[in-house]
């Protein structure tokens, strides 16, 4: 099970990554658009995912793990449980989509 200080660390180590607020909680930008946040309740993330077969996918095979709400209907955007994910799974849902929001030339420079 990760933490809210463990999601902050893990995108924090990702490429010109910055920490703001987004609707008074902890989001995480990389030059100016937003790749992660943690919602209300502390102990959900927010993601973009790269599409929404993308996020249905996720949702239907592991329905512990991720979910969405109403709000996020129509968008490419999966919600996280901190619960059921280890500090290994979530860096690795941290750094997708950190790579779909990050400018395509910093994404190569990191993958290189």
Known sequence: MVTEDDVRALALTLPETLEKPMYGTPAFYVRGRWFARIREEGDVLVLPVGSEEEKAGLIAAEPETFF?????????????????????????????????????????????
């Not at 280890?86 to 993958?111: I, N, Q, S, V, Y």
């Open 68 to 112: 969405t709400t109403p709000h996020y209907d129509g968008h490419a955007t999966v919600l996280v449980r901190f619960g059921a994910v280890g500090a290994k799974e979530m860096g690795e849902l941290l750094t997708d989509a950190w790579r779909l929001r990050a400018p395509k030339r910093l994404a190569a420079a990191f993958d290189a």
